[in-house]
C-alpha cells in the first residue's frame, strides 16, 4: 500500500508498506544539482553533496560515518543535474535513526573546512580519467555540445569547476538550494506509513526555504557533427535525436521501440551491426525522458577501418522497424516487463521509482499500470514513433581517427 503525505513546509513524503520483507529503504531528493552550480564553478554540487556526510549536527565526519556503520545502514549521497540524492538500505527496525541523521545532513551540515580537499581530489581523479574510457569520453563531449546551457554541463563537473569550489561558495549552494519545497522523501519496506509520516515531521519540523527556480530548457542542437581527434585504435560513436518525452502520448510505444532496436542479443542494432556484420563489440540505444525532453542516444565502439560501415548500419536500423512481426514486438514488450517486474522486486528500487514519479507526476505509476501500457503498444504506435522522431535528425560526435562527419549525409 503507498501513502502519500505534503508536509506543511512543502516537503512530500511517499512511503510504500512491503509486509513480506524484513528492509526498509530511503530515497530523499532535494531541488538543485548541477543546473544550479555557478557557471565557473560546475561541478561543486558534488562537493556540496559528500561534504554534508562529513560532518552534521553535533556530529564530526567520523562519528557520522561510524553511526551509519553501526546499525549496517549502506548510504550514499550524489548530486544529479537537477537534484540532490540521498539514498539508504537498511534493516526496517533503524529506519529512524536512519531519517535522523538524513536529516541531519540535509538541515544541518557543518561545512568542515579539513574536508574540502580530499573531497575535491576524489571528484577531480574521476575528470582526470575520463579520456581512459573513451566511450564515457565520447557520450560526454556530445552531451555539452547537444544539450542547451546549462542543460549541457558534464554531469562530472570540470576541472575548473572543482577547482574553483569553496566552503564559502558551498555554503551559498546550499543556502540557496536545500529547500523542502519541492522534495520528495520516499520509503519502502516493512514500515508502517503513519509512523514515518510522523517521524519525518518530526525531523524535518524546522526545514524552510522557497521554491527553487529551474533554468527554463530551450532546445537540443539536432544536425550537428563534431570529431575529436585521438590517436587510439578504435573510433567512438555517438549520436543523438530527438524522442518522446515522459509519458507523452508516444512515450510507451517509445520505449518499446527502443526495446526493439536495443533489447539485449535480440536487438536489431545487436544483431545487424554486431553479429551479422562483426563490425563491432558493442552497441545500443537507449531512451531517456523527462518532462522537457526525450532523447534517443545510440553508440558504437568500432575501428576506424570500419567506423564508416557501421555509421551507416547503425542510421539504417534506428531510421525504421520495417517488416516488424507480432512475435518481434511481443519479444520487446516481454524484455521490457521482465526487467520492471523483477527491478520492482526490490525494496530500494521501488523506493527510488515512487520518488522519480513523485518528482515527475505527483503522483505513483503502479507496476500494473505500466505494464497495462506497455502490453497495450501496437505495432502501428511503433511505427508512428519513427515517423515523428526521425533518425535524420541526428547530431554525431565521432572520437578517434576518423572523421566521419562528410561520410554520412543528414
Not at 33 to 62: K, M, Y
Not at 162 to 177: M, T
Not at 370 to 387: D, K
Request: aromatic fraction near 8%; hydrophobic fraction near 40%.
Amino acid at each position: 500500500m503507498i501513502t502519500t503525505h505534503q508536509c506543511a513546509n512543502g516537503l512530500a513524503v511517499v512511503v510504500e508498506e512491503i509486509e513480506h520483507v524484513a528492509s526498509a529503504a530511503y530515497s530523499f531528493h532535494i531541488p538543485g544539482g548541477i543546473l544550479h552550480d555557478h557557471e565557473e564553478r560546475v561541478g561543486e554540487a558534488h562537493i556540496l553533496t559528500e561534504l554534508t556526510s562529513r560532518g552534521a549536527g553535533v556530529l564530526d565526519s567520523r562519528a557520522l560515518s561510524d553511526s551509519f556503520d553501526e546499525l549496517g545502514i549502506r548510504h550514499s549521497e550524489s548530486a544529479a543535474h537537477n537534484r540532490f540524492v540521498y539514498r539508504g538500505s537498511l534493516l526496517a527496525e533503524h529506519l529512524p535513526r536512519a531519517l535522523e541523521l538524513v536529516a541531519s545532513m540535509a538541515l544541518k551540515p557543518t561545512f568542515p573546512q579539513a574536508e574540502l580537499e580530499s573531497i575535491r581530489s576524489l571528484y577531480l581523479q574521476d575528470v582526470y580519467s575520463l579520456k581512459d574510457n573513451p566511450g564515457r569520453w565520447a557520450m560526454t563531449e556530445l552531451t555539452q555540445r547537444y544539450y542547451p546551457e546549462p542543460y549541457n554541463r558534464p554531469s562530472i563537473g570540470t576541472e575548473e569547476g572543482l577547482q574553483g569550489a569553496s566552503i564559502e561558495s558551498l555554503r551559498d549552494l546550499w543556502a540557496r538550494c536545500y529547500s523542502p519545497v519541492g522534495s520528495v522523501l520516499s520509503v519502502a519496506g516493512n514500515v508502517s506509513a503513519q509512523e514515518v509520516i510522523a517521524q519525518v515531521e518530526s525531523v524535518f519540523s524546522g526545514w524552510k526555504g522557497d521554491e527553487l527556480s529551474v533554468p527554463e530548457f530551450s532546445a537540443c542542437h539536432d544536425g550537428q557533427r563534431h570529431h575529436i581527434n585521438s590517436d587510439s585504435a578504435q573510433e567512438q560513436i555517438v549520436l543523438a535525436f530527438p524522442a518522446p518525452k515522459f509519458l507523452d502520448e508516444l512515450y510507451y510505444p517509445a520505449k518499446v521501440a527502443n526495446s526493439i532496436l536495443s533489447g539485449g542479443m535480440f536487438g536489431r542494432l545487436f544483431i545487424e551491426v554486431r553479429e551479422k556484420r562483426g563490425l563491432c563489440y558493442t552497441v545500443y540505444s537507449r531512451h531517456s525522458a523527462n518532462n522537457d525532453y526525450g532523447t534517443t542516444v545510440a553508440y558504437a565502439g568500432t575501428t576506424p577501418e570500419r567506423a564508416h560501415e557501421t555509421l551507416e548500419v547503425m542510421l539504417e536500423q534506428l531510421g525504421s522497424v520495417e517488416g516488424l512481426t507480432e512475435e518481434e514486438l511481443g519479444r520487446a514488450k516481454a524484455n521490457l516487463l521482465s526487467s520492471i517486474v523483477i527491478g520492482e522486486e526490490s525494496v530500494a528500487s521501488r523506493c527510488g521509482s515512487n520518488a522519480s514519479d513523485w518528482w515527475l507526476l505527483k503522483r505513483i505509476r503502479g507496476v500494473d499500470e505500466i505494464s497495462a501500457a506497455l502490453q497495450a503498444v501496437t505495432s502501428e504506435q511503433v511505427y508512428e514513433v519513427f515517423q515523428q522522431f526521425p533518425a535524420s535528425r541526428y547530431s554525431l560526435l565521432t572520437l578517434g581517427q576518423r572523421d566521419l562527419a562528410d561520410k554520412v549525409g543528414a
